[in-house]
Each structure stands twice: as structure tokens, then as C-alpha cells.
């Protein structure tokens, strides 16, 4: 005998509503969860990167300017001389034939300011770029506030050294030649799945001249360190 009642049907009924209404309550909740956490995932990577890293790039930027002042004094004799590293040659009429630089010192002066350059900025970073914590928000209005969050993901992938001149006339065959040292850092700084370089360049005056007599146009645009 089969057992069919009204009261039977309803309580069935009743259980596969509810459940019914589970799964769509756990439905709708999961899919709040995976949004709420894309939402989350995106403004972490665009407007929270973009302020923290705009933050370290900064920091960054100065502590490398200042890593290449301090590296070129340390680096460079007091007693060096615009004679110890150009070397010029004068034809009958007074006028300039020949101009050359020594490439054996001004390669060993530029290893070693790179060398010092890339100790003194690593030696910067070491202890971490200060942070404000509400800059985690990524709210710009608030980025300046709370206490400061050492934040150490960055690094220094290089530094480059070379020689530069620059040609100015003082007078009539008169030639100012002012020699620089010039210094590019490479850093990365790291957030998540994201990454942000940038470069500091920055030159220093190493020593110059006033040169008497015509100098020859291939020198004028730059040629003694190509």
C-alpha cells in the first residue's frame, strides 16, 4: 500500500525549495566573492601599485643622485687634471690638429665610480623605502598619512659610467671644453605580480679647459669619446 498523503507532498515540496534556494544563495554569494576579490585584485594592481611604486621611484630617484655626487668625490684624485686625460696637439699656425683621450684612465675612473655608485645606492635601500601605510589604499588624498611602512622590493640592476664633453666658444679662437662623468642607474621596483623600472641619470663636472686655437669640427660634435 502506497503511502500518499497531502501533508507528505508538502513536506517534499518544502525540502526541494529549500534546497533550491540554497544553491542559489550560495551561488549568489560566490559570485559576490569572486567579484569583490577581482575588484580587490584590480585596484590593488593599478591604483595602489601606481602610488606606492610613484612613491619608492622617487625615493629612489634622490637616493641615486646623491649615490652618484658622493661616489664621483670619493672616486675621483683632487689633484686630476684636464692634462692627465686629454692629451692635444697643435699645428704651425696655432690651431688644433689632434685631439685624444686617455682611454686607459678614463675607463679605469669610470669602472670605479659605477662600482662605488652601485655600492653606496644599494647600501641606501638596504634598510627599505619608507612608506606612509595609507598609501596601501591607493587613495592619492591619503597617502601622506599613518606610520611609515619599510617597503623592500627594490632593486638595483645596474649602473653605467662614461665620459662626456661639452664644447663652448669663450672668444674669439677660444674654446671652453668642460668634461663630464656620466652616470645611469637602472632599478627595479617590485609589487605583486607587477614590475616598474626607471633610470637616474645624472652628470658631474670633472674638469675643463680653455682651448686656444680653432678646434677642428669633428671634436666640436663630439667625436673624442665615441
Not at 56 to 79: G, K, P
Not at 85 to 94: F, S
Not at 180 to 193: A, G, H
Amino acid at each position: 500500500m502506497i503511502e500518499c498523503t497531502e501533508e507528505n507532498i508538502y513536506y517534499k515540496t518544502f525540502r526541494v525549495k529549500n534546497r533550491k534556494k540554497r544553491r542559489l544563495k550560495r551561488f549568489l554569494i560566490f559570485t559576490a566573492i569572486i567579484l569583490c576579490v577581482g575588484i580587490l585584485f584590480y585596484h590593488v594592481n593599478g591604483a595602489v601599485f601606481t602610488l606606492v611604486s610613484g612613491i619608492c621611484e622617487d625615493y629612489a630617484y634622490s637616493a641615486s643622485l646623491s649615490s652618484i655626487n658622493e661616489a664621483v668625490i670619493t672616486s675621483l684624485n683632487e689633484e686630476l687634471k684636464y692634462s692627465d686625460l686629454i692629451t692635444i696637439e697643435k699645428n704651425n699656425d696655432g690651431d688644433i690638429s689632434l685631439m685624444s683621450a686617455d682611454a686607459l684612465k678614463i675607463n679605469s675612473i669610470s669602472r670605479t665610480v659605477a662600482g662605488k655608485t652601485e655600492e653606496i645606492l644599494k647600501n641606501k635601500l638596504s634598510s627599505g623605502i619608507p612608506v606612509p601605510l595609507f598609501a596601501f589604499t591607493g587613495i592619492k588624498l591619503a597617502s601622506g598619512f599613518g606610520p611609515n611602512v619599510d617597503y623592500y622590493a627594490i632593486t638595483v640592476v645596474g649602473v653605467n659610467c662614461g665620459f662626456d664633453g661639452k664644447f663652448v666658444s669663450v672668444g674669439i679662437n677660444q674654446t671652453l671644453h668642460s668634461l663630464y662623468i656620466k652616470v645611469d642607474c637602472k632599478v627595479d621596483i617590485e609589487f605583486l605580480y607587477k614590475k616598474r623600472s626607471f633610470n637616474c641619470a645624472s652628470e658631474v663636472l670633472v674638469s675643463e679647459a680653455v682651448l686656444v686655437g680653432k678646434v677642428p669640427e669633428t671634436y666640436l660634435k663630439g667625436a673624442l669619446f665615441r
